[in-house]
Nanobody, 115 residues
């Protein structure tokens, strides 16, 4: 399995920005897809954005135009730039890595957006 470590969460006012990072224990070239999900208490974990080894990028409709996912192959890291944050973006953000034989999750990082 791939070890993932997230960083960059925090507290921000609505309209502000945060940048999350996820460092993988292996080269990104060996991972089929990496992405971000978020979860709030009492709700299922939901998809936010992902990027594939082939270079495809996908976003949830709720974050299109505000969030940008990127990858740094030299640093084995993906990032999520979050702009124009809204209170409904609050949650624990998890990094996910998918290979042919395994799915790995990070420990999560809290993002709190106040009105």
């Amino acid at each position: 399995q791939v070890q993932l470590v997230e960083s960059g969460g925090g507290l921000v006012q609505a309209g502000g920005s945060l940048r999350l990072s996820c460092a993988a224990s292996t080269g990104l070239f060996s991972i089929n897809a990496m992405g971000w999900y978020r979860q709030v208490p009492g709700k299922q974990r939901e998809f936010v954005a992902d990027t594939t080894r082939a270079g495809n990028i996908n976003y949830a409709d709720s974050v299109k135009g505000r969030f940008t996912i990127s990858r740094d192959n030299d640093k084995n890291t993906i990032s999520l730039q979050m702009n124009k944050l809204k209170p409904e973006d609050t949650g624990v953000y998890y990094c996910k890595a998918v290979n042919f034989t395994s799915v790995s999750w990070g420990q999560g990082t809290q993002v709190t957006v106040t009105a």
